[in-house]
Each structure stands twice: as C-alpha cells, then as structure tokens.
C-alpha cells in the first residue's frame, strides 16, 4: 500500500553519512584559529542550505497547489515544511553551539541568524496551523496561502534586518568558515552536502509516501 | 582539546537525537499505517 | 463603493450595540502597558529609547485579538460564508473589515502611543508623526491578520494559531515601527527615516494586496 521506497535511496545516504562522519572526524585538518570545534560546521553549513531548499520546496509546492490543485502538492508542501523544520532547528542548535566557544557568545543579532530564526518560527507556524485544521481540501488551500506569505515574507524580513543592525554596525566582522578553506576541509563540506541531501530526500520521499497512504486509507476506511 | 570534544559531543549529540527523533516519529506513522492496512483487509475478508 | 460603505457601517452597527470590543481592547492596551513598564528600572536612560518599542509590542498584541475577535460575530452565526456566497465582492468584505478594526485600532493607538511616551519619559513635539506611524503599520498588521483570521476560523484552538504565525509575519513591520517611534518619541539615532517608511509602506501593500488577492481563493469550502 505505502509507495515502496526505492532501497537503493536510504542505502546511499547510510554510505554517504558514514563516509561523511569519517571525513569530518578523521580526515579533516584541524583548523588553525578555532581548533577541533570548527568540525560542527561540516554539519551546520549543510544543513542550513538544505533547510533553505526546504522551504523553497514549500513556496513552490504551495504555489501548485494554488495553481493545479491540493491532492499532491499538499503532500509535498507539507512533508518539505517537516522536513525543513528539523533542519533548521539543527542550524540552529549546532550554530550556538559552535558560537559559543568561537566568539564568547551562544547568538548575536545578525541578519542571517535573525532571519534563520524568523524562518524557523513562520514554519513551525505553518505546521502548528496544519495539525489543528482537520484534514482536507480545505486546510491544503489554507496551507498554500500561509505558504505563498511565508515565502514572499522572508527576503522582506532578511532586508528589515539588515536595516535593523546597520544601527550597531559590529566592530569586527565575523566570518563563518574560517579564513581559509583548505581542499581537503572542501571536500569534507561537500561530501557531508551529500549526505545532508540523501538524508533530506530519503525523510521527505518516505514522509509524502506515508501521507498519500493515510488518504488512500482513510477514503478506504470509509467504505469498508 | 578536552573542551573542543564536549562541544563537538553535544553539536554531535544533538543533531543525532534529532534525525533519531523524526526517525523514531516516522517508523510510528509506519505502524500505525500498517495496522490500519491489516485491519481493512480483516474487514474486507468478514465481507466475503 | 456604496456596498463599501454599507459593510462598514454593518462593522461599526456589530460594534456600537456594544462597545465590547473598543473598551476591552483598551483595557486590555492599559494591562499590557502597565506590565511592560517594569521591564525597565525607573530611572534608566533606556527608557525613553524603549518607548516605540512597547508601545508597538502593546498595539501588536492589541491587533492579535482583534483580528480574531472580529469575525467572531460570522462564526456565531456562520454567516461568513452566507457572506461570502452573497454577491459581494470577497474584496469588499475584507476592505470592509480592515477600515473597520483600522478605526478601532487606530483610535487604540492614538492613546497607546502619547501615554506610553509619557509612561516612559519620552517626547512628544513629533507625536502626532508618532500616531501616524503607528497607524500605517496597523495597516499591515490587518492585511495578513485578517486573512490569518478568517482562515482560522475552522481550527481548534484557533486563538493560538494565528499569534504563533503573525508575531513571525510581522517582522520587518515591528522593526520599521520600532526604530521609527524610537526615534520620534526617544530621540533614538536613525540616519534616514525614509528605509523606515520604504518597508513600513512597502509592507503595507504586500500584505493588503497578497491578502485581497487570496483571501477568496483561501476561504473556498
């Protein structure tokens, strides 16, 4: 009944995840100014470019479900917005994490990370509205609209954050990855920018296949 | 070198009881999926 | 136009025949106010800079009942959709609404923001400019608060959805307003007031106009 998942999917990202894990701890050179801890980053930075996919999922999936209908779009929407969510929470998270020993403090107001959060809150939102609208037509065109105001609400929000810093311009300025990336650290980002990616497919093919199959099921449930 | 490896651990920590989280979520959608499954062809063999 | 007129005037009749709405949502600007003016020591020199910012957070919050509260009459009666399957144009009903609840909190804000300058040591030569920006903002505030509150209506639980949403919508207009009435009523630094009134405009428009184009397409059974 649930679409079978092709195999070779979740295989792949198991394969990629470990040779990411190898990488990041037993290949990777220490970086000279932030030591050991600049690891994290191999996760963080993936992970923050495939939350933003996520989301770009989202504004996309809603933009069809305006325009050709809610039964798959919906799904798509919905499973990216869950999916997006996590990541973003682990951006987050790892973000501190790596702030804190890195620059003396656990978040600063800066636009990136503002608008992270911001992002972060419209789209646990999002799925807040969904889990307290019975499921339907209905609650996929009311999801659509919240989905299309959230994506034309963020760049907004990126600028009037910019603006709101350029009040307390920072006195130094804070570069993320360090101030070189060596070919070796390259190849660690992008192999873990793999297995973020197989990870993010796998979560969200499974997640759209288990939606489909709990409508199929409830509409046989109803005639049985 | 001690105090780098706590923060890696609870970076880490945190991003595995994340997708451990969700997996866990998703394998019990899975089941509940699959008893529903069950119990609709129990139903449908009492019909025959 | 005239059917405009008529809806409005359906609003305030919903609203004179008890004043409920306008006395609680001043009553309840009063209690916010009052709570947030112990954020800060009595004598701080942040005081004074902090005023736009309380003032917006009280009127925010003010909005976030309003935009619920004012198509609860609809859900009572679930006239919403005989409303909407009325040959009225959807646009109409949420034009309607809008000058509606932007009167109400528009009045809100006319007392909200001279008091909070006054509770806070501000100044108030500009603070007419002050009631002004703070009106423009509601603006914005009601464009996706209506729509969010109208598509809550089928929802448990439908008072929590619609803050948890807003609040994140809402940004960049907290921030215009913000460092706008900081300004205006503090004194605080801002090289141009124009950026501020480019996205509090701006943000206006996006959020009525996104908000005129789909509230139809959202309210659809």
């Given at each position: 009944?649930?679409?079978?998942?092709?195999?070779?999917?979740?295989?792949?990202?198991?394969?990629?995840?470990?040779?990411?894990?190898?990488?990041?701890?037993?290949?990777?050179?220490?970086?000279?100014?932030?030591?050991?801890?600049?690891?994290?980053?191999?996760?963080?930075?993936?992970a923050?470019?495939?939350?933003y996919?996520?989301?770009?999922?989202?504004?996309?999936?809603?933009?069809?479900?305006?325009?050709?209908?809610?039964?798959?779009?919906?799904?798509?929407?919905?499973?990216?917005?869950?999916?997006?969510?996590?990541?973003?929470?682990?951006?987050?998270?790892?973000?501190?994490?790596?702030?804190?020993?890195?620059?003396?403090?656990?978040?600063?107001?800066?636009?990136r990370?503002?608008?992270?959060?911001?992002?972060?809150?419209?789209?646990?939102?999002?799925?807040?509205?969904?889990?307290?609208?019975?499921?339907?037509?209905?609650?996929?065109?009311?999801?659509?609209?919240?989905?299309?105001?959230?994506?034309?609400?963020?760049?907004?929000?990126?600028?009037?954050?910019?603006?709101?810093?350029?009040?307390?311009?920072?006195?130094?300025?804070?570069?993320?990855?360090?101030?070189?990336?060596?070919?070796?650290?390259?190849?660690?980002?992008?192999?873990?920018?793999?297995?973020?990616?197989?990870?993010?497919?796998?979560?969200?093919?499974?997640?759209?296949?288990?939606?489909?199959?709990?409508?199929?099921?409830?509409?046989?449930?109803?005639?049985? | 070198?001690?105090?780098?490896?706590?923060?890696?651990?609870?970076?880490?920590?945190?991003?595995?009881?994340?997708?451990?989280?969700?997996?866990?979520?998703?394998?019990?959608?899975?089941?509940?999926?699959?008893?529903?499954?069950?119990?609709?062809?129990?139903r449908?063999?009492?019909?025959? | 136009?005239?059917?405009?007129?008529?809806?409005?005037?359906?609003?305030a009749?919903?609203?004179?025949?008890?004043?409920?709405?306008?006395?609680?949502?001043?009553?309840?600007?009063?209690?916010?106010l009052i709570?947030?003016?112990?954020?800060?020591?009595?004598?701080?020199?942040?005081?004074?800079?902090?005023?736009?910012?309380?003032?917006?957070?009280?009127?925010?919050?003010?909005?976030?009942?309003?935009?619920?509260?004012?198509?609860?009459?609809?859900?009572?009666?679930?006239?919403?959709?005989?409303?909407?399957?009325?040959?009225?144009?959807p646009?109409?009903?949420?034009?309607?609404?809008?000058?509606?609840?932007?009167?109400?909190?528009?009045?809100?804000a006319a007392?909200v923001?001279?008091?909070?300058?006054?509770?806070?040591?501000?100044?108030?030569?500009?603070?007419?400019?002050?009631?002004?920006?703070?009106?423009?903002?509601?603006?914005?505030?009601?464009?996706?608060?209506?729509?969010?509150?109208?598509?809550?209506?089928?929802?448990?639980?439908?008072?929590?959805?619609?803050?948890?949403?807003?609040?994140?919508?809402?940004?960049?207009?907290?921030?215009?307003?913000?460092?706008?009435?900081?300004?205006?009523?503090?004194?605080?630094?801002?090289?141009?007031?124009?950026?501020?009134?480019?996205?509090?405009?701006?943000?206006?428009?996006?959020?009525?106009?996104?908000?005129?184009?789909?509230?139809?397409?959202?309210?659809?059974?």
């Amino acid at each position: 009944m649930t679409d079978r998942l092709p195999s070779a999917l979740p295989l792949a990202a198991l394969v990629a995840v470990s040779a990411a894990l190898g990488l990041i701890f037993l290949w990777a050179p220490t970086e000279a100014v932030q030591g050991d801890v600049q690891r994290i980053l191999y996760v963080h930075v993936p992970a923050a470019w495939l939350a933003y996919l996520a989301f770009a999922v989202v504004a996309v999936a809603s933009v069809l479900v305006v325009a050709s209908g809610p039964e798959r779009w919906d799904r798509v929407a919905a499973s990216a917005a869950e999916v997006g969510v996590l990541f973003t929470t682990i951006v987050l998270v790892t973000g501190s994490i790596w702030a804190r020993p890195t620059w003396g403090v656990w978040w600063v107001w800066d636009a990136r990370l503002t608008t992270t959060l911001v992002l972060w809150a419209v789209y646990v939102g999002y799925l807040l509205f969904r889990s307290l609208t019975p499921p339907g037509a209905r609650r996929a065109r009311v999801a659509a609209v919240i989905g299309i105001i959230g994506a034309i609400d963020i760049p907004i929000v990126h600028f009037a954050v910019t603006w709101w810093n350029t009040a307390h311009p920072e006195p130094t300025v804070i570069s993320r990855a360090g101030p070189q990336l060596t070919s070796e650290m390259l190849t660690t980002l992008l192999v873990s920018l793999a297995a973020f990616a197989l990870v993010f497919a796998c979560l969200l093919a499974l997640r759209v296949a288990q939606m489909s199959a709990r409508e199929r099921l409830d509409v046989l449930e109803a005639h049985v | 070198m001690s105090e780098a490896l706590g923060w890696l651990a609870a970076a880490f920590g945190v991003v595995w009881a994340a997708l451990a989280l969700y997996l866990w979520r998703l394998a019990r959608e899975q089941r509940r999926i699959a008893d529903r499954i069950s119990r609709i062809e129990g139903r449908a063999d009492d019909h025959r | 136009m005239r059917t405009l007129g008529r809806l409005v005037w359906k609003e305030a009749l919903v609203e004179s025949r008890g004043l409920e709405r306008a006395s609680t949502l001043l009553f309840f600007g009063a209690a916010v106010l009052i709570t947030l003016q112990f954020a800060l020591p009595p004598g701080a020199e942040a005081r004074p800079l902090a005023a736009g910012g309380f003032a917006w957070a009280t009127l925010l919050l003010a909005s976030m009942l309003e935009v619920r509260r004012t198509f609860d009459s609809e859900r009572r009666d679930a006239t919403l959709d005989g409303l909407r399957a009325a040959p009225v144009d959807p646009v109409l009903i949420l034009s309607s609404k809008l000058l509606a609840s932007l009167v109400l909190l528009g009045a809100l804000a006319a007392v909200v923001v001279p008091v909070t300058a006054v509770l806070f040591g501000g100044d108030l030569t500009r603070v007419l400019e002050a009631i002004g920006v703070a009106v423009l903002g509601l603006v914005g505030v009601l464009g996706w608060g209506l729509l969010l509150g109208a598509m809550s209506g089928q929802t448990r639980s439908g008072e929590l959805v619609v803050p948890v949403l807003l609040f994140g919508l809402l940004v960049p207009q907290t921030i215009a307003c913000v460092r706008l009435l900081g300004h205006l009523l503090g004194g605080a630094h801002l090289e141009s007031t124009l950026t501020g009134y480019v996205i509090l405009i701006g943000f206006d428009l996006v959020s009525v106009g996104t908000s005129i184009v789909l509230f139809d397409y959202a309210l659809e059974e």
